[in-house]
């Protein structure tokens, strides 16, 4: 099953939920200031409110927007976007009363480096999203098995021709005093070590 970009552009931006590839892993989304399409987010997986959505972007000016990016964070996203990095960072006036679970004053932000991803952010702008899993269960690298998972419950599949099999992002929390690795992903340890002292992360 596959539609068009265009399709899934539209749905996002009604409050519907999309399934799109990313350079992870298939992710499910829809637009991040609409409580009734998060809330949709996180019914369909079976997520638990205290572990936040991140928000995709289509380019580091849009994350500016949404997020604080201090000196730190500006020169990750230089080394690292488009890719597998999240960063979770104090959340700009645009997105605080977002509902995106987990801490109402953060934000985890990523680039993806996907074309077809780009392409809806390219239409949509920021999206609330997760992967296309159920809460628990490993994510499905093709359409049948993502339509077997969610059904009627997401609006459009976007997905592409071959089987999607990646590692989820690394998530690195720079909100606080000190950076913390909340997640070890696709982004190694090794890759982030000219950034970070390696005990702290």
Not at 113 to 140: D, I, K, Q
Request: some cysteine.
């Amino acid at each position: 099953m596959s539609y068009p970009v265009e399709d899934a552009v539209a749905a996002a931006l009604r409050g519907e939920l999309i399934v799109f590839p990313t350079d992870t892993v298939y992710g499910m989304g829809t637009r991040p200031d609409d409580p009734a399409a998060t809330a949709r987010l996180f019914e369909a997986k079976g997520r638990r409110r205290d572990l936040a959505l991140a928000v995709l972007v289509p380019s580091t000016e849009a994350a500016r927007e949404i997020a604080v990016l201090g000196e730190l964070a500006e020169m990750l996203a230089a080394a690292f976007w488009p890719g597998a990095l999240t960063l979770v960072l104090p959340r700009a006036e645009r997105a605080r009363a977002w509902e995106l679970g987990g801490d109402p004053a953060t934000v985890g932000v990523r680039l993806p480096h996907h074309p077809l991803a780009l392409a809806v952010l390219a239409g949509t702008g920021p999206l609330a999203v997760s992967s296309a899993n159920r809460s628990g269960e490993p994510t499905p690298a093709a359409c049948d098995g993502l339509v077997d998972a969610f059904g009627d419950l997401v609006a459009v599949y976007l997905c592409q021709e071959e089987p999607l099999v990646g590692a989820a992002s690394t998530v690195l929390d720079l909100a606080g005093e000190e950076p913390r690795m909340l997640r070890e992903g696709a982004v190694g340890r090794e890759a982030l070590a000219g950034f970070l002292d390696p005990s702290r992360c």
